[in-house]
Each structure stands twice: as structure tokens, then as C-alpha cells.
């Protein structure tokens, strides 16, 4: 093994051993901040993967008029096209 692949194996290993409490809950003030939400996954081989969910930017729909009411958007939405949707951002996390 070179140096880069050495230093790789190194940073693979863990660094602290967490231990939830009876209700199943982790607390680590140097690694979760208050009040942040995070996704987590089981992975293959055991281990589980935390990845923080950020808060994102959330386009406005301007209301229109139609008949005199205020309306939303002018997109049909299907249950399909919303199913796709949110398959394809839970995808690219």
C-alpha cells in the first residue's frame, strides 16, 4: 500500500463509540447540533449512515385570478408525477 491508500484505511476507522440510552436515543454535543434533523440508513455491512438534512429553498407559486377567486398554479398535478418526484430527490441524496 502507498501512503494515500494507507491514509484512507486510517480515516475509516471510528473515531467515538456512541451508545443510545434506553429509549433508543444518541446524544453527542460535539457531533449533533440542537434542533438539526438528520436521515438515517442501515448500510450492508452493518453500520449506519447520518446524513444531516439542510433546509432548502422552496419555489412560490403566484396566485392568479380566474373567475374572480384566487387560484394556485396552473399544473395538473397527478399522483404519479408527484410519486416521480420525490423518488428522484429522495435519489439523489
Do not use: Y
Not at 30 to 49: N, Y
Amino acid at each position: 500500500m502507498n501512503g494515500l491508500e494507507k491514509h484512507t484505511l486510517d480515516c475509516d476507522k471510528a473515531i467515538m463509540k456512541l451508545t443510545a440510552d434506553e429509549r433508543g436515543r444518541l446524544a453527542s454535543a460535539e457531533l449533533f447540533r440542537p434542533k438539526a434533523t438528520f436521515d438515517a440508513t442501515v448500510q450492508p455491512d452493518g453500520s449506519i449512515r447520518l446524513v444531516e438534512l439542510g433546509e432548502k429553498q422552496v419555489p412560490v407559486v403566484k396566485p392568479r385570478r380566474s373567475n374572480g377567486r384566487l387560484r394556485g398554479a396552473e399544473v395538473a398535478l397527478n399522483r404519479e408525477t408527484v410519486a416521480a418526484a420525490v423518488r428522484a430527490e429522495r435519489d439523489a441524496r
